[in-house]
């Protein structure tokens, strides 16, 4: 059994076949470029076959950048204008017909492709992507958390602070406004933190590297994320009694400058018993994650039954 495996991201596609091990047979990656509906069947095409030389695929697997729309199998992500309401599950199916396809959102594959191919070893699992915004996604029992409309796991806007700053999303205070990218750039940039303009753009890689030098805002900024990441995660664990967070995304590349003032403010503030043993960790997947769970997506459609492998 063999299904093939996408993740559309703002900047690239990549796909894969997987077989229902888990081992990855190929894969291929290509930026989105002017026309992305073109990248996509050229990339499908290549993974897929056409005609006599179609491969048997048993699914088809997409995580793809947000927003979606699960049960109308149509994507908006925000960097390929576009693609607004695109049909994206109707166009892969017409490039491989008769092969059911999945759509899932590319943090919730992320969670999933963690759980089964991650070496976590656990039945429930939160997966959180720190980038220029905070996505997650939600294991619950071996089986993906989607939610009634398909967007359950969006932790980036569980708030964090009452009186907080406004948030794209129309609310305010939301994890995301402290702990993306930019909201701790303008934040330590707020503190006074600067940056020689020679060294580059401020942008979060420069945080991370001022961070890392010893500078006190940088510093500030990562304990400041940290701790708003901690409480989204006590809010989220006390509600869903799951103990395996994974960390993944551009921000948490910045490895321990995140994740030891996050497990430290865990500790600091856990109540409940249940939520004092939350294990933490990065992800080890790292981009291939998306397309693991994208591809663990497609074989539970199947009725494969999964289970997680180191
Ligand atoms: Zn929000």
Known sequence: MTVLAL??????????????????????????????????????????????????????????AGPIDAAAGTVSPINIPRWRGYRLVAAVQRLVPGVPVTLAGDAQCMALGEWWRGGHDCGSLLAIAVSTGVGGGLVIDGRPWTGRTGNAGHIGHVIVDLDGEACVCGARGCLETIAAGPGMVRWALAQGWTLAPATGRPDARALAAAARSGAPVPLAAFQRAAGALATAILNTASVLDVRDVVIGGGVAAAGDLLLDPLRAAITARAGMPHLRDLRVSSTTLERDAGLYGAAALALLASGEPLRPTP
């Open 7 to 64: 993740d559309i991201g703002g900047t690239k596609f990549a796909v894969a076949r997987v077989d229902a091990d888990g081992t990855l047979l190929d894969r291929a990656e290509h930026p989105v470029g002017q026309a992305p509906t073109a990248t996509l069947r050229g990339l499908v095409a290549d993974f897929a076959g056409d005609g006599r030389t179609r491969r048997s695929l048993t699914g088809v697997g997409i995580g793809s």
